[in-house]
């Protein structure tokens, strides 16, 4: 695949004199980067996949946990709890030692987790399993886009980005098969919990092996080692081009870079505040929009469908998950052709459509189910359950090009370098707040208000969404991190402002 940043549509920030192709084959060290990295998001895929599946046997295991949907939330949404710890420490650590050293911090703590809910005695401590997991899991989904995105090239940093994601759906869907093929073995949901451990050790062991980012290394002012990074990244003219972007960026961020940016003085800066806000804006609408809601209760949302086998509703969830991973192959194409935004818009537009859909399917059962009529009976224990797995599947089908892949495309490329850990730890922070809220409340507010009533809820939420992605999130296809940066700062200040803050920031710079 090839893009070409002179196509109808490119941001007229570029310089016409840059005109560049470049596709995502053409570096196989950076492919190696991206998916190396991408395996973090393989573990955070997979734990959000597994544990509903899992769930339907642990309450089989342990009674306390059949008997109360407080304790079946928490096994759920323990992992986000941890998560949240892990995205909101892991921008520090991030930015402080380092994206490589993040990684494999991330991945020791996942191993850990893995084993102590494989050998769990007991509810309890399968919950402090789910902590430790969802420690490593928050770090990796900081880390991973950062780290993929500040070693790609600009044209394609987008489809890049959102292979992270592509391996963050690979990983539902690879638990979905995990779960089925555990179904017939005993200590069925312990092998499905357990074998999480091995992706984190192979990312541990190739993590070893490759380089710093390379733009990190350049803002601690390690700038030999980031110059042999980057010689593996472009050609001899880009590389010049590059580290002139380097050495421009590091002369305005000089007085970040002189003491550790804290996470309030993101709040201080009007710019950074529009950025923050836009990005922390599309994490929480990602989960508001209910994909989580799909994901971690699929099988139960298929059971409430009329769907009454524990197989058949993992065979049908694996479905479900299949399309995630196709959809998001689609978003890969599409998110530096079509941009950021039109392809949110697009997305949001057919999650939209889906939710009232579902809606609808879930009202009409309950209408039936109070209904003693045998025909209209017979008709809500098929037709209108398909119908319902229909609504997942179209959802996904919207969701996985656009809602999936941009919320961490946009939050790679929307803060400046000495900002970029702490905003992207703050921002996936929201994310798992969101995450976690949804996850710890769908099932309490089905029982309050009905399945379609809650559908109904989430499709307002999109309608919220799609609104605020119009007035609020910028167009960054093609940009180069720069150049991002100069759009908040029009933003906040005006062209004028910004160009002339840019020229006094260099003079102070040269003096």
Do not use: H
């Not at 099988?299 to 409430?304: N, Y």
């Not at 993992?314 to 479900?320: A, G, N, P, R």
Request: hydrophobic fraction near 50%.
């Amino acid at each position: 695949m090839t893009i070409d940043l002179d196509a109808p549509g490119s941001s007229g920030l570029l310089d016409a004199s840059s005109r560049r192709e470049i596709s995502f084959l053409s570096n196989m060290y950076v492919l190696g980067l991206t998916l190396t990295a991408g395996i973090g998001g393989l573990l955070f895929g997979y734990d959000t996949g597994v544990i509903s599946g899992a769930l339907l046997y642990i309450r089989d295991d342990f009674k306390a946990v059949n008997d109360s949907s407080v304790i079946q939330e928490t096994i759920v949404s323990m992992a986000m709890v941890g998560a949240i710890i892990g995205a909101a420490g892991g921008g520090w650590i991030n930015d402080v030692y380092g994206r490589k050293k993040a990684t494999l911090v991330a991945d020791v703590v996942f191993i850990i987790g893995s084993l102590v809910m494989c050998a769990a005695p007991d509810p309890y401590i399968l919950i402090l399993g789910r902590l430790f997991v969802g420690l490593g899991v928050g770090v990796a989904s900081v880390t991973a886009p950062v780290y993929i995105a500040e070693a790609a090239p600009s044209e394609i940093r987008g489809g890049l980005v959102a292979t992270n994601v592509l391996m963050i759906t690979g990983g539902q869907f690879l638990s979905y098969l995990v779960n089925l093929a555990f179904t017939e073995v005993p200590g069925t949901w312990r092998w499905m919990l357990g074998v999480a451990a091995v992706p984190a050790v192979v990312q541990f062991c190739l993590m070893v092996f490759l380089p710093e980012s390379p733009r990190w290394l350049y803002m601690k002012d390690k700038k030999s080692e980031a110059r042999v990074v980057l010689e593996k990244i472009y050609n001899s003219d880009r590389l010049e081009e590059e580290i002139d972007q380097l050495a421009a960026a590091a002369m305005q961020d000089l007085e970040s870079r002189k003491r550790s940016v804290s996470y309030m003085d993101v709040f201080k800066s009007k710019e950074m505040r529009l950025a923050f806000f836009a990005g922390a804006g599309l994490q929480a609408f990602q989960q508001f929009t209910g994909i989580n809601t799909v994901m971690y209760y699929s099988p139960t949302i298929v059971q409430m469908a009329g769907f009454a086998s524990n197989q058949l509703a993992l065979l049908l969830s694996l479905i479900v998950a299949a399309m995630n991973a196709a959809g998001t192959v689609v978003g890969i194409v599409l998110i530096d052709r079509c941009g950021r935004r039109r392809l949110a818009l697009f997305s949001l537009s057919g999650v939209l459509v889906s939710l009232v859909i579902l809606s609808l399917a879930f009202i009409l059962q309950s209408s039936c189910n109070s209904n003693n009529q045998i025909l209209s009976l017979g008709f809500c224990s098929s037709g209108i359950g398909w119908f319902a797995v229909v609504g997942l599947a179209l959802y996904i089908a919207c969701f996985a090009p656009g809602m999936g892949p941009v919320p961490w495309a946009v939050n790679s490329e929307i803060y400046p370098e000495a900002y970029r850990g702490v905003c992207g730890g703050m921002s996936a922070t929201v994310n798992w707040i969101s995450n976690l809220i949804v996850a710890q409340t769908f099932l309490s507010i089905v029982e309050l208000v009905g399945t379609g009533g809650t559908f109904m809820i989430i499709a307002g939420i999109a309608v919220l969404a799609l609104l605020f992605v119009y007035i609020f999130v910028p167009e960054t296809k093609g940009l180069t991190f720069e150049q991002v940066e100069r759009i908040w700062k029009e933003r906040a200040w005006g062209s004028k402002a910004s160009s002339s803050g840019s020229s006094q920031k260099l003079l102070e710079y040269v003096a």
